[in-house]
């Protein structure tokens, strides 16, 4: 079973940088692909950033290219999303997740991929 914790949201104002932690726990955590999800009050929870098993290959939304930065430390067991020029717009709870080990494809930008999920940590922007 993996477990999840995320960490590092908080308030920043606008242009400002936090970088999210996402904390796993559980057995071969290499074998899961990884990715960062975010959900505003009132929206659908998006996809933010996946990252692949090995750790190659990543894939950014739209709205976080150039900006947001996914890596992560499989001898750490940690995930961690650097965002830069945070917008207005960004503020949401953001939340980390991981695959299945059997998925098929390396990476995944669909929640429905995800078997586990974080609690979640809140971004709040000022302007």
């Known amino acids: 079973q993996v477990q999840l914790v995320e960490s590092g949201g908080g308030l920043v104002q606008a242009g400002g940088s936090l970088r999210l932690a996402c904390a796993a726990s559980?057995?071969?955590?290499?074998?899961?692909?990884m990715g960062w999800f975010r959900q505003a009050p009132g929206k659908e929870r998006e996809f933010v950033a996946a990252i692949s098993r090995s750790g190659t290959n990543t894939v950014y939304a739209d709205s976080g290219k150039g900006r947001f930065t996914i890596s992560r430390y499989n001898t750490k067991n940690t995930w961690y999303l650097q965002m830069n020029s945070l917008q207005p717009d960004d503020p949401a709870v953001y939340h980390c997740?991981?695959?299945?080990?059997?998925?098929?494809?390396?990476?995944?930008?669909?929640?429905?991929?995800?078997?586990?999920w974080g609690q979640g940590t809140q971004v709040t922007v000022s302007s």
């Open positions: 997740a991981a695959t299945s080990p059997i998925l098929p494809a390396p990476i995944s930008t669909t929640d429905r991929s995800y078997d586990y």
């Open positions: 559980g057995p071969s955590l290499y074998r899961y692909a």
